[in-house]
């Protein structure tokens, strides 16, 4: 057992176990271990937005390199400050309004083109199929869409045959679900055997992973 | 091997033949070039080289192979021209093949593959737009009944019974996602029913874009029911950035709070777990709803009622009561259809041996 000397990882190891002290129920040193993540967290983010985003996309083109195109961008983005300003904070939809408008054009072409062409050429079926276990695939695959789409029909009550079929669209939802949460739990685990890991490996020296 | 050198001289002085790439930008060109059958394995290695003009700066661009005698150079820019040679090595020896007649790169307007897709937006925007106007006339359009609706007005009433507050948590993307705008509808219902029966919400935010247009939400859905006095700025505020910092506090927020019903609406990623199993862990009723496909198993095992998918957005449309969501709900409803029909009728071609694409499928 070699407990570690370096007091940044005590430091680490102490805030882990004040994190996980909240499983018994909220305490002063949760509280505490909370609100320097919350701090740190928002301070770093700031540091970052600073060097990563403003510095090298505003700052440097309009103020050093004086590219007065940049004024345009500057100008909407201080329009969110105007929300500050009760007169003013219509101004703040501007920039909104323009944000919307850029992400929606981009977006709209490529989300036919991901989620619903390439979607519905997969779902379609082609004949003939090499072996049966693949057109069973297909035609599962091809039930399953039918029915999720005519679960999410919302012009229409789910009564009678379309109530069944959605029913069925449910299952297959639900199946997918359970596939994926235990795929997701999984890599939580992996999170939580990392954290252990390091307690007991880097800070305690009592089991180390190779 | 003097064949082969012979060979290689006659085809090296063969200039490669260069077309262009066509539904591009103007940044590309394609490179064809021949080599002997008998060739293969004994050129050791090719370049392409590539002279911009009027310059005149040669460039190399690429190393090629005997096996795929294609390259694409997309490094090249539609005001310009351009002409390239292959420069083969055969052992020690080294062949420079003619220049090709310079070409230029077009750049093109219309990406003609892409055509089959601008007409199924147009019929989708159609559809919708004819949604649009019948909305507008007046004409109530029907949407079925969302169950996780009907949990949330009984939610609303659960904290009022218990005297504790609400949490409401719209998700933790950015005003751009579709999701966040939902929320932020759904927003503004449930402040509404809490206002009506004096009940506390409480709304921590990540996004600080987010967070002003939620304030705005809070306090105009506290004009509408006739209670402006009832807004505090307090009740909406940024929590942090982190993704989960934001998860540590709200956590933090539930247990202490003891809220007794917690909301959570919009786009969820790694946290979602964290937030709702912390939340039934309190007690309090929980009612979801997302499009995040990988987070919706979360909200399904530990929330008491979950917006699925596109029922976020029904619920949004069914809520706000705007003519224009309504309106969007029933136009993808039909476009929904469509693909339905198109699905089953293709496929029923393709059992007698038909298989159409349309230029999209």
Redesign the interface.
């Known amino acids: 057992m070699h407990i570690s000397t370096d007091p940044w990882v005590w430091v680490a190891a102490i805030l882990t176990l004040a994190?996980f002290t909240?499983l018994y129920?909220?305490n002063p040193l949760?509280?505490f271990?909370?609100h320097l993540?919350?701090?740190?967290?928002?301070g770093?983010?700031?540091v970052i937005i600073y060097f990563n985003a403003f510095k090298p996309n505003l700052y440097q083109p309009l103020f050093v390199e004086h590219n007065l195109l940049y004024i345009i961008p500057f100008f909407f983005g201080i329009l969110?400050f105007s929300?500050a300003i009760p007169k003013f904070?219509y101004m703040?939809r501007w920039p909104?309004a323009l944000?919307?408008g850029i992400?929606s054009g981009l977006s709209?072409?490529l989300s036919?083109?991901t989620y619903?062409?390439e979607h519905?050429?997969s779902?379609?079926?082609?004949?003939p199929y090499p072996n049966a276990a693949l057109f069973i695939n297909a035609l599962i695959l091809?039930i399953g869409?039918?029915t999720v789409?005519?679960y999410?029909?919302?012009?229409?009550?789910?009564k009678g045959a379309i109530g069944t079929i959605s029913r069925i669209g449910i299952i297959f939802?639900?199946i997918g679900?359970?596939a994926?949460?235990g795929y997701?739990v999984m890599a939580?685990f992996s999170l939580l055997v990392g954290r252990i890991q390091f307690l007991l490996g880097q800070w305690l020296g009592i089991h180390t992973v190779m | 091997m003097i064949w082969i050198y012979l060979i290689i001289t006659l085809l090296g002085n063969a200039p490669p033949r260069v077309f262009d790439v066509p539904n591009d930008g103007g940044n590309a060109l394609r490179v064809e070039w021949q080599l002997p059958p008998d060739s293969l394995g004994k050129v050791d290695s090719m370049l392409i080289l590539r002279k911009t003009l009027p310059e005149g700066k040669v460039d190399t661009v690429a190393k090629a192979f005997t096996n795929h005698p294609e390259f694409v150079d997309e490094g090249v820019n539609y005001k310009k021209a351009y002409r390239y040679s292959i420069l083969y090595f055969i052992g020690p020896v080294q062949i420079q093949s003619k220049w090709s007649s310079p070409a230029k790169p077009i750049a093109s307007w219309i990406d003609t593959r892409?055509i089959p897709?601008f007409i199924?937006?147009i019929l989708?925007t159609t559809i919708l737009l004819v949604y649009i106007f019948t909305a507008r006339k007046g004409r109530e359009l029907?949407?079925?009944?969302?169950a996780g609706l009907e949990a949330v007005d009984e939610a609303v009433g659960r904290a009022t019974e218990m005297g504790r507050p609400i949490v409401y948590i719209p998700g933790l993307s950015t005003?751009?996602d579709v999701a966040t705008i939902a929320a932020l509808n759904i927003l503004a219902h449930i402040t509404k029913k809490a206002g009506e029966y004096e009940t506390k919400i409480i709304v921590p935010v990540r996004n600080?874009?987010v967070y002003?247009?939620a304030r705005?939400v809070v306090k105009e859905a506290y004009y509408t029911i006739g209670r402006p006095d009832l807004f505090d700025p307090g009740q909406v505020y940024f929590?942090?950035?982190?993704q989960?910092?934001?998860a540590?506090?709200v956590?933090?927020l539930m247990?202490?709070e003891k809220s007794a019903t917690n909301f959570f609406m919009g786009m969820f990623w790694a946290e979602s777990?964290i937030l709702a199993e912390t939340g039934a862990s309190t007690g309090a009723i929980q009612v979801a709803g997302t499009d995040a496909?990988?987070q919706?198993?979360?909200f399904?095992?530990t929330c008491d009622y979950t917006l699925?998918?596109?029922?976020l957005y029904?619920a949004s449309a069914y809520l706000s009561k705007e003519p224009l969501l309504t309106a969007s709900?029933?136009g993808q409803?039909?476009m929904?259809?469509l693909?339905?029909v198109?699905?089953?009728l293709?496929?029923l071609l393709?059992?007698f041996?038909v298989?159409i694409t349309l230029g999209?499928?």
């Open positions: 994190i909240f129920k909220d949760f509280k271990a909370e993540f919350v701090g740190v967290a928002t770093y983010g700031l969110y929300a904070s703040m909104i944000l919307l992400g709209i072409p036919f083109q619903i062409v519905t050429k779902t379609i079926l082609r004949f091809f869409v039918l789409l005519i999410f029909y919302f012009s229409y009550p789910h939802i639900m679900f359970g994926s949460f997701t939580r | 892409k897709l199924l937006m989708y029907y949407l079925r009944p969302i005003i751009s600080p874009v002003t247009i705005e929590a942090t950035d982190s989960f910092g934001y540590a506090h956590s933090a247990a202490r777990l496909v990988t919706l198993p979360f399904v095992v699925i998918g596109e029922e029904a709900i029933k409803d039909q929904k259809l693909i339905m198109a699905m089953i293709l496929s393709s059992v041996g298989n999209l499928f």
